[in-house]
């Protein structure tokens, strides 16, 4: 056995580094491995993709617990370090920090927490959504940090402020109090098509802390080579696999209930073959070799 960097510790680094740094969206162990496969450095556990792949809401109908159970597969599956989408921390600090613990326990590298009131709402529904009072959130992030059984752990604190129609003088007060409370680093959300109010936040931040942003609706105006300029130090693209195998499954299943056969979906399937091959069923009959009796 070689000694390996910790989890967390990848993840620590990966939130500190200069150049900017992807995290890819998973919701289970195999799309977890599939994002590892591909070089990514590291997993987002997003609460909406998870959701919409266990066929719920994003709006806190899965429970802690069963989040926890989709990420230790996750985690098992895979050596690159995993962020969790923890949404407002399942309740008070209280809960926020017994998930802490328990993500501590599975080997998850960090959790972000968003100032939003149990149960959330998905950022990109409605208008204005009620924010958590800022010292009842402070309050949450220190408890985070204050529970976590691994050093280098991550907690990421989300400012929802511009999301629910606030000011930047808000998103920044937010984040300044939330970097204060102990926060790693600073994910400030938008759902605006422009990414301008990102960039003006980035702008006031000046590296104050590591920066982390979703540019789910304005991917299209903003390229990576301006964020990274700007100062932003990590970008979670937070539901491109889920989305892919909605798309995918409900093709392939209209395809063989009208043609009432799959010869035409063959050729854009994934070989029964390399299913075995990804998942290494070689590995068991090595093991099966060595530890079961010669018959
Ligand atoms: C998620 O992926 O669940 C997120 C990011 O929280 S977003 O959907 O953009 O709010
Ligand atoms: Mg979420």
Not at 26 to 47: C, K, M, Q, T, Y
Not at 150 to 179: H, M, N, Q, T
Not at 255 to 284: A, C, T
Not at 287 to 293: E, F, Q, T
Request: hydrophobic share 40%; proline share 3%; with cysteine.
């Amino acid at each position: 056995h070689t000694p390996t960097t910790a989890k967390t510790t990848m993840m620590r680094e990966l939130l500190r580094s200069r150049s900017l740094g992807f995290l890819m969206e998973a919701h289970n162990g195999l799309s977890a491995r599939i994002v590892e496969d591909v070089g990514f450095p590291g997993i987002w556990a997003s609460g909406f993709s998870i959701s919409t792949a266990l066929g719920v809401r994003d709006s806190n109908e899965v429970s802690a617990g069963e989040v926890l159970d989709t990420v230790a597969y996750m985690a098992d599956a895979t050596r690159i370090p995993i962020m969790v989408d923890g949404d407002t921390g399942y309740g008070n600090f209280n809960n926020a920090r017994r998930f802490v613990r328990q993500l501590c326990r599975l080997g998850v590298a960090g959790v972000c927490i968003e100032d939003k009131l149990f149960p959330k709402t998905n950022s990109f529904i409605g208008d204005r959504q009620p924010l958590a009072d800022t010292d009842e959130f402070r309050g949450k992030i220190a408890a985070c940090k204050d529970s976590q059984t691994d050093d280098d752990f991550c907690v990421i604190a989300r400012v929802e402020a511009l999301v629910s129609g606030f000011s930047l003088a808000e998103a920044l007060g937010r984040a300044e109090a939330y970097r204060q409370a102990g926060a790693d680093a600073v994910f400030i959300h938008s759902k605006r098509k422009d990414g301008k109010e990102v960039l003006a936040f980035a702008r006031e931040w000046g590296r104050r802390s590591p920066l982390v942003i979703t540019p789910t609706t304005y991917h299209r105006s903003v390229g990576v080579d301006t964020f990274e300029r700007a100062g932003i130090s990590t970008l979670i693209w937070a539901n491109q696999n889920m989305r892919a195998s909605m798309r995918a499954m409900r093709e392939v299943s209209e395809e063989v209930f009208k043609k009432r056969r799959v010869s035409d979906v063959e050729q854009d399937l994934v070989p029964v073959q390399e299913v075995f091959d990804f998942l290494d069923y070689g590995e068991l009959d090595d093991a099966s070799r060595r530890y079961l009796p010669a018959d």
